[in-house]
Nanobody
Framework: QVQLVESGGGLVQAGDSLRLSCAAS????????MGWFRQAPGKEREFGAA????????QYADSVKGRFTISRDNAKNTLYLQMSSLKPEDTAVYYC?????????????????WGQGTQVTVSS
């Protein structure tokens, strides 16, 4: 019913900035609370940021707070993650996720739809 496709990943140097996008189809983005998660090789998928359906509320993991900004453009059915001051520790596959119910969540189990992921690699 809902398809999510991430884009914008790539190879950057430490300290650089990068913006990830997540395009939704099959259902308007407005109907979903959204989140960004990341998973490094051999590690568990971890929460990065979340945003409410109307964009009035956001939540960030301590590891990215102050460096990453989650935003959404419901008219464009697109979710964004603006990343700055990137560190090698940020290297991971980044996934966007949609939650059908109201309210934001920091847990993967709280999300119903997932994108395929986009690779972000930060070199030192």
């Amino acid at each position: 019913q809902v398809q999510l496709v991430e884009s914008g990943g790539g190879l950057v140097q430490a300290g650089d900035s990068l913006r990830l996008s997540c395009a939704a189809s099959g259902r308007t983005l407005r109907s979903l609370a959204m989140g960004w998660f990341r998973q490094a090789p051999g590690k568990e998928r971890e929460f990065g940021a979340a945003i409410s359906r109307c964009g009035l509320s956001t939540q960030y993991a301590d590891s990215v707070k102050g460096r990453f900004t989650i935003s959404r453009d419901n008219a464009k059915n697109t979710l964004y993650l603006q990343m700055s001051s990137l560190k090698p520790e940020d290297t991971a596959v980044y996934y966007c996720a949609g939650r059908a119910e109201s309210g934001i969540s920091s847990y993967p189990g709280g999300y119903d739809y997932w994108g395929q992921g986009t690779q972000v690699t930060v070199s030192s």
